[in-house]
Nanobody, 113 residues
C-alpha cells in the first residue's frame, strides 16, 4: 500500500522558519519524482517545490530563495525547509507523487503576523 505521511507543520511567527518532512512507504521512493503542494482556505492547491528522481529541483516563484527541497532515498524521505515565512504561506502542505497519483494527508502551517 502506497502511503505518504507528512510532519513538521506548526504555528510560527512572521519571519520564522520551518522544516516539513514526508515519509513514503509501499513503493521504491528513489524511482519517483516527488513534490510539495499547498492549499490555503478558499484557494486551489498549488505547487510549492518539486524534486525529481535525478535531484533536479523546481520552486514556485513565491518561495524561490526562501525554500530548499531535498530528498533522502535511503530513508524514503523528502524535506522542505522554508525560511522567512509570511502570513500568506499559511496553508495545509501536502506531499505528492505524480506518477502514483498519491497524496499525503497534509500538515498545517500557520504563520502569525
Amino acid at each position: 500500500q502506497v502511503e505518504l505521511v507528512e510532519s513538521g507543520g506548526d504555528l510560527v511567527q512572521d519571519g520564522g522558519s520551518l522544516t516539513l518532512s514526508c515519509l513514503g512507504s509501499g513503493f521504491i521512493f528513489g524511482l519517483y519524482d516527488v513534490g510539495w503542494y499547498r492549499q490555503a482556505p478558499g484557494k486551489q492547491r498549488e505547487l510549492v517545490a518539486s524534486i525529481t528522481r535525478s535531484f533536479s529541483r523546481t520552486y514556485a516563484d513565491f518561495v524561490k530563495d526562501r525554500a530548499y527541497i531535498s530528498r533522502d532515498n535511503g530513508d524514503r524521505t523528502m524535506t522542505l525547509r522554508m525560511n522567512n515565512l509570511k502570513p500568506e504561506d499559511t496553508a495545509v502542505y501536502y506531499c505528492y507523487v505524480p506518477e502514483l497519483k498519491t497524496w499525503g494527508q497534509g500538515t498545517q502551517v500557520t504563520v502569525s503576523s
